[in-house]
C-alpha cells in the first residue's frame, strides 16, 4: 500500500496531540508530576469525598498520588467484578445502538471499547495472575477461574500461557527466546527503522484483515487444536485430561454461545456485542499492548537479568498536568480522551504499573504479585522506598516507548 507524504505528514501532526510528557527514569516522579498536580483536587470535600475523587483520578491516570491512601483497597474480587460489569455495560450499550440505529453509533464504539479492554483484561490480568497462582488463594479455584477467563475472552489457555510466560518470559526477560520479544519479529517491526515508519507500519496492522485473521487462527488453535510444546517443560504440564477437559469446555462453550443466541434472537446482539470485538477490538488492543509493554532489547540467549529488568518496562499513564484556568475542559480531556486512551492502551488499571511486576528488588515483585489488584499503590509505595522506575505519558509516548529501541538495535 502507498501512503502519500501528505498523509504522512497529518498523520505525524496527529499524533503529536497525544505528546504530553516525556519518559523520565529518575528516582522521583515525572518532573513536573502530573498526577501531583492533582492531588488538591476534590480536597474542600469530606475525606471520604476527597478521596473518592482521587481514587477516580487514580483510575483515570492509572497513577496512584504520594501520599494519600485509597478510597477503598483493590482486591482480586473487586477488579474481576469491575471486569464483568464493563463487559456487561458494553454488551447492554450495544442493545441500545441495535435498538436505535446508527443516532448511537459513538455509543457502540465505546461498547467496543469496554467489551475488548475487559476480554484483554480477562488475558493479561485474570489468566496472567492464575498462572502466577495469585488470582484466588485456593488453587484449584485459581486454575478454574484462569482458565474460564481465557475460554470466555478465547486467548491463550492458562496452562499454556503459564509455560512460556514463566518459563520463557520471566526466565528470558528481552532475549531473543521471549516470546513477548518475538512479537516485534513476528509483525514485521524491523530494527533500525525510523519512529515515523514504526507509526506507518502500526497503521498498516491495524487496517490489514490478514493481521485479524492470523492472530484470531492462532487464538482458535490454541483452544481448539491438538497442542505441542517442548519436551523439557512437559513436567510442568497439567495431566492429558485436565487438558481435555479444558479444550471441550471451549469447544462447548464457543459452539453453543452462538446457537443459543440465534435460536432466542440474539444473533445480531452476539456479532455486534461479542464476536466483532473478541476479534477486531481484542486484536487493537493486543497490538498496542504488546508495542507498550517491554521496550525490547534482543540480547542473545537467555537474560541473566531475570526480572530485574524494569529499565526496559515503564509505567504507562494518561492525563495531563491539572489546568486551574480551564477546569471544565479539563476534565473533559480526562473523561473523554485520558481514559478511554489507558483502555485502548493498556486495558484495565493495574497494568499501568507493570514495571513493578518487575522489578529487580525482590520485595517490590513479590508483592506486586500478591497485590496486583492494588498495583498503583503498590508501584507507589515502591518509589517512596527508594525504586527506581520510568513512566511514559500518553497514547504516543507509552508506544514510542518500544520504537525508540528498535530503531537504536543494528
Request: net charge positive; charged share 15%.
Amino acid at each position: 500500500m502507498k501512503i502519500s507524504t501528505n498523509f504522512k505528514s497529518y498523520f505525524l501532526k496527529l499524533i503529536e496531540l497525544f505528546k504530553f510528557a516525556r519518559h523520565t527514569q529518575s528516582k522521583a516522579q515525572s518532573h513536573p508530576d502530573i498526577r501531583e498536580s492533582m492531588t488538591h483536587i476534590g480536597s474542600k470535600l469530606p475525606r471520604s469525598g476527597y478521596l473518592f475523587v482521587q481514587q477516580l483520578l487514580t483510575e483515570i491516570t492509572g497513577k496512584a498520588p504520594s501520599a494519600l491512601p485509597p478510597l477503598i483497597k483493590g482486591t482480586q474480587l473487586l477488579r474481576q467484578i469491575m471486569t464483568l460489569t464493563f463487559l456487561t455495560t458494553g454488551i447492554w450499550l450495544t442493545s441500545l445502538f441495535l435498538e436505535f440505529g446508527l443516532l448511537l453509533f459513538p455509543i457502540w464504539i465505546i461498547a467496543v471499547l469496554l467489551i475488548s479492554a475487559s476480554m484483554r483484561t480477562m488475558q493479561v490480568s485474570f489468566t496472567h495472575y492464575a498462572a502466577h497462582g495469585t488470582l484466588h488463594r485456593n488453587k484449584w479455584v485459581n486454575r478454574v477461574l484462569g482458565e474460564a477467563y481465557s475460554i470466555l475472552s478465547l486467548s491463550t489457555p492458562m496452562w499454556m500461557y503459564k509455560l512460556s510466560h514463566i518459563g520463557g518470559h520471566h526466565g528470558r526477560l528481552n532475549s531473543i527466546a521471549d516470546p513477548d520479544a518475538s512479537f516485534f519479529d513476528k509483525w514485521g517491526y524491523q530494527a533500525g527503522r525510523s519512529i515515523s515508519w514504526y507509526w506507518l507500519h502500526t497503521i498498516k496492522l491495524i487496517v490489514s484483515p490478514s493481521y485479524y485473521t492470523k492472530l484470531f487462527a492462532e487464538r482458535a488453535r490454541a483452544n481448539f487444536a491438538p497442542f505441542t510444546v517442548e519436551p523439557g517443560l512437559t513436567s510442568m504440564m497439567p495431566t492429558k485430561r485436565s487438558i481435555r477437559t479444558r479444550q471441550w469446555a471451549a469447544i462447548g462453550f464457543h459452539s453453543v454461545l452462538p446457537v443459543i443466541a440465534i435460536e432466542f434472537g440474539f444473533g445480531l446482539l452476539y456479532l455486534m456485542g461479542y464476536l466483532l470485538p473478541l476479534v477486531f477490538g481484542f486484536g487493537v488492543l493486543s497490538l498496542f499492548q504488546n508495542l507498550s509493554e517491554h521496550q525490547p532489547a534482543l540480547v542473545p540467549g537467555q537474560n541473566p537479568m531475570l526480572k530485574a529488568e524494569t529499565k526496559f518496562t515503564a509505567g504507562r499513564f494518561f492525563g495531563k498536568e491539572y489546568d486551574s484556568n480551564a477546569p471544565i475542559k479539563w476534565w473533559a480531556y480526562m473523561l473523554f480522551v485520558a481514559a478511554p486512551s489507558k483502555y485502548l492502551v493498556v486495558g484495565n488499571t493495574e497494568l499501568c504499573s507493570h514495571d513493578v511486576h518487575h522489578a529487580a528488588e525482590v520485595r517490590f515483585f513479590s508483592v506486586s504479585d500478591k497485590e496486583w489488584a492494588n498495583a498503583p499503590y503498590v508501584r507507589r509505595d515502591a518509589v517512596n522506598q527508594g525504586g527506581v522506575f520510568k513512566e511514559n505519558w500518553g497514547i504516543k509516548d507509552t508506544i514510542e516507548h518500544s520504537f525508540i529501541a528498535l530503531k537504536s538495535i543494528r
